[in-house]
């Protein structure tokens, strides 16, 4: 299994940028894809990004596309999420998922290994 360790949350003003890191170890090369998932309070988990861990073919949710950029560094085992032009409703939970083998996915159920989180709160 692999584990995965989330950093670089924090607070921010609106407009602010923030980058998050989620550090892979264990079995991580059976991970073909991994993604991140964020839950605001009182709100379901939520797809945001995901990445080709091989190839780096990247996709979005529409809420951030244009906003947030996903990138991996395979020598480091590490996943990152840059957050550009922060919104208030962007205030959540961010969580890393891996060891999903379906291509382009958005479901949670797909990914076996979480982290355990790291929180964003952009105030207005």
């Known amino acids: 299994q692999v584990q995965l360790v989330e950093s670089g949350g924090g607070l921010v003003q609106t407009g602010g940028s923030l980058r998050l890191s989620c550090a892979a170890s264990g079995r991580t090369f059976s991970t073909s894809a991994m993604a991140w998932f964020r839950r605001a309070p009182g709100k379901e988990r939520e797809f945001v990004a995901g990445?080709?861990?091989?190839?780096?073919?990247?996709w979005y949710a529409n809420s951030v596309k244009g906003r947030f950029a996903i990138s991996r560094d395979n020598a480091k085992n590490t996943l990152y999420l840059q957050m550009n032009s922060l919104k208030p409703e962007d205030t959540a939970v961010y969580y890393c998922?891996?060891?999903?083998?379906?291509?382009?996915?958005?479901?949670?159920?797909?990914?076996?290994?979480w982290g355990q989180g790291t929180q964003v709160t952009v105030s207005a």
């Open positions: 998922a891996g060891e999903t083998k379906v291509a382009l996915t958005a479901n949670p159920n797909d990914f076996p290994s």
């Open positions: 990445i080709e861990w091989i190839g780096g073919g990247a």
